[in-house]
């Protein structure tokens, strides 16, 4: 099997790969298409669109790239717009068709049980309940959540439930908390 030096988390799943044939190239070129913090979980190679290269799953997004003499090719789809996959196999080899945003992609070629493994990690990746997307989502989840405790407040102040001079202690606390 060929050692890479390229990332630790690129040499570990490229050493699981069978093969690398096809793909050493690119395997030393993905640093380059990787958004910063974004690490890989996983290789395989295949053929997509008309060149061999490598599909990488990684803590982000799937990747697909092809790295050539005179030309690049990468395509990438973000898992928050892949909306289902599929494998099918034969006896070496195997297709991942990945359905994205009304598109179909398929990755041919990809050896057997590499091909699988990722089919199956990227439907349990998929399966999982997502996080919130960053910053911007979490204040606005937290703003949302505010304004329905206010709400609330105001409801048990016009029911008599509470006092005004309850009203407004539970009112600045709430605000405080932002």
Same mark, same amino acid.
């Given at each position: ?38 690490? @890989? %979980?996983?290789?395989?190679? #295949? ?9 990488? !799953?990684? /803590?982000?997004? &799937? =990747? ?9 090719? @990468? %395509?990438?789809?973000?898992? #928050? ?9 034969? !006896?070496? /080899?195997?297709? &991942? =068709? ?81």
């Amino acid at each position: 099997m060929a050692k890479f030096d390229v990332r630790p988390d690129i040499d570990e799943a490229a050493a699981k790969l069978q093969s690398t044939l096809g793909a050493k190239r690119e395997i030393q070129r993905l640093p380059e298409v990787l958004w910063e913090g974004e690490t @890989v %979980e996983m290789l395989a190679t #295949g053929v997509y669109g008309k060149g061999n290269g490598l599909v990488a !799953m990684t /803590s982000q997004r &799937l =990747i697909f790239l092809k790295h050539g003499v005179m030309s690049q090719q @990468v %395509e990438d789809f973000p898992y #928050g717009r892949i909306s289902s996959v599929q494998w099918s196999g034969g !006896m070496i /080899s195997g297709t &991942l =068709i990945v359905f994205a945003s009304g598109n179909k992609a398929e990755i041919k070629q990809m050896p057997k049980d590499a091909g699988k493994a990722l089919a199956d990690a990227l439907r349990a990746r998929l399966a999982a309940p997502q996080p919130a997307a960053g910053p911007v989502a979490a204040a606005a989840a937290g703003a949302q959540d505010v304004a329905s405790r206010l709400q609330t407040l105001d409801q048990l102040r016009a029911a008599g439930a509470i006092t005004d001079e309850e009203y407004r202690d539970r009112r600045a606390k709430i605000l405080d908390s932002l």
